[in-house]
């Protein structure tokens, strides 16, 4: 990281992944290409991460030739003037992990997945959950990903007097 002075400790990163509405997964395509696309990702501790897909496609494609992947996340962006100097700058909060991701085989897993995503994002109607996953399971691809260290954290953020918080400085 070249600006240390903005870093945060991976438990602050993996409050940014839980809480970004979304987290953009970068693959590498068969032929070399990038291909990062955002995602609803859940996960089921610190270290495992589950996104599902259609059970073909760009994604699995790129996870059979490669399996290593990268997480960002970005939560609190908020363009602004910088309040001491009059800067044109961007307050944020963002994460980035390394995986290795795996598509999941086994239906018990692809369930507790495909629940661990609904309690994520649609807490209010998991009364409908087992319905959907029996009317749609079979044609759900659920992928795994593992990080392979504890995610980094960086932010750009004010304090109410104007200065930038910086070394893990929290308010």
């Not at 979304?22 to 990038?34: H, P, Q």
């Not at 030739?65 to 962006?77: D, G, H, R, Y």
Request: overall charge positive.
């Amino acid at each position: 990281m070249r600006k240390t002075s903005r870093e945060m400790d991976s438990q602050w990163a993996l409050e940014v992944m839980r809480k970004a509405p979304y987290i953009t997964v970068s693959f590498t395509r068969a032929d070399g290409t990038a291909y990062g696309v955002p995602l609803s990702l859940a996960s089921k501790d610190d270290n495992v991460w589950y996104f599902h897909c259609a059970p073909e496609g760009d994604k699995l494609d790129a996870i059979a030739v490669n399996p290593e992947v990268c997480l960002s996340a970005v939560t609190k962006c908020q363009p602004t003037v910088g309040p001491k100097d009059g800067t044109f700058t961007l307050q944020y909060r963002s994460a980035i992990a390394f995986g290795k991701a795996e598509i999941v085989t086994d239906n018990y897993e692809k369930v507790l997945a495909l629940r661990l995503i609904s309690q994520r994002f649609l807490p209010k109607h998991m009364d409908a959950f087992e319905e959907a996953v029996e009317r749609s399971l079979h044609r759900t691809a659920v992928v795994r990903i593992v990080l392979l260290d504890p995610p980094t954290g960086k932010r750009k953020q004010y304090d109410k007097n104007g200065n930038e918080m910086k070394y893990g400085r929290m308010e």
